[in-house]
C-alpha cells in the first residue's frame, strides 16, 4: 500500500454513495463530498455543472447531510464534506458542523472561508502559490490534518499538464508547516497524480473523477485504481 494519500471528489447526488463505495474499492484514502452551491466561485466547468445537476435534483443541504450518512454506512474510509461559506451560514455555522460530524463526517473543506474567521470551526485550509508565507504558517498551524495545496491560481478543472507553481509552493509549505501536504486542483491522469505526488503527500482528484463517476461506478473504480498505481 502506498504511503501517498488518494483523495477523490464527488458531488453530492443520489447515486454518490455507490461511488464512494467504487471509489474506495479502487482505492481512495479519502472522500469528498461537495455540498452544491449556486455560486461556486472555485469551481471550473465540470463541477460547477455537477453542482448545477445535483441543485436541480434537489440536493439542498440536508438532502447533502442524508447522502453523506449513506455514504458513511457503505464506506468507512475519511468523508470531507466541502462547501462554501454561504451554505454554513445559511444553515447555522454551529448546527452544520454538528449534523456533518453526526451524519458521520471526519472534516469540513469550506473553500471561500479564509483561515483567520470562524476559528472554532475545524477544517481543512486551503493555500495557494498567492498566498503569504504568514497566511500559510498560519493555515499550518489551524488545519485539520492535512493541508491542502491549491496548484494554480483559478477555479478547478482538468489541465494538460501539472502546474508549474506547485513545486515551489511545496517548497515553501514544508518549511512553514509541520502537516502533511495534499496537491489538487488540475490532477486528473495517473501522469498527473504520479508527478504531484514526488512532491506532495497525496493527490486530490476532483473535476477527472466527477466526469467519470457520470459512467457510473465501475468506471469510477477503474479510473481511481489507475490512479492508486501511479502512486
Do not use: N
Not at 447531510?65 to 454561504?86: F, G, K, N, W
Not at 444553515?91 to 472561508?113: C, H, K, M, Q
Not at 491560481?153 to 511545496?170: D, Q
Request: with cysteine.
Amino acid at each position: 500500500m502506498s504511503a501517498k494519500k488518494l483523495v477523490i471528489y464527488l458531488m453530492a447526488g443520489p447515486g454518490t454513495p455507490r461511488l464512494a463505495e467504487a471509489a474506495v474499492e479502487g482505492g481512495a484514502d479519502i472522500v469528498e463530498i461537495g455540498f452544491p452551491f449556486s455560486d461556486p466561485l472555485a469551481d471550473g466547468p465540470v463541477i460547477r455543472r455537477a453542482g448545477e445537476r445535483a441543485l436541480a435534483q434537489g440536493m439542498r443541504t440536508t438532502a447533502c447531510l442524508d447522502c453523506l450518512a449513506e455514504t458513511r454506512r457503505l464506506v468507512d474510509v475519511p468523508l470531507v464534506p466541502m462547501t462554501y461559506a454561504s451554505i454554513l451560514e445559511a444553515y447555522g455555522w454551529e448546527r452544520f458542523a454538528a449534523d456533518a460530524e453526526e451524519a458521520g463526517a471526519t472534516s469540513l473543506i469550506v473553500a471561500d472561508l479564509p483561515v483567520d474567521d470562524r476559528s472554532e470551526l475545524r477544517r481543512v485550509q486551503l493555500v495557494a502559490p498567492t498566498s503569504t508565507d504568514e497566511r500559510i504558517r498560519l493555515a499550518g498551524e489551524r488545519t485539520d490534518g492535512w493541508l491542502y495545496l491549491v496548484t494554480l491560481a483559478g477555479t478547478t478543472g482538468a489541465r494538460t499538464e501539472l502546474s508549474p507553481a506547485l513545486a515551489p509552493l511545496v517548497e515553501r509549505a514544508r518549511g512553514l508547516a509541520s502537516v502533511p501536504l495534499y496537491a489538487g486542483f488540475g490532477i486528473s491522469t495517473p501522469e498527473h497524480a504520479h508527478a504531484a505526488a514526488e512532491l506532495a503527500d497525496g493527490v486530490v482528484v476532483g473535476s477527472r473523477a466527477v466526469e467519470v463517476a457520470e459512467e457510473g461506478p465501475a468506471a469510477l473504480g477503474a479510473l481511481v485504481s489507475s490512479l492508486r498505481a501511479a502512486l
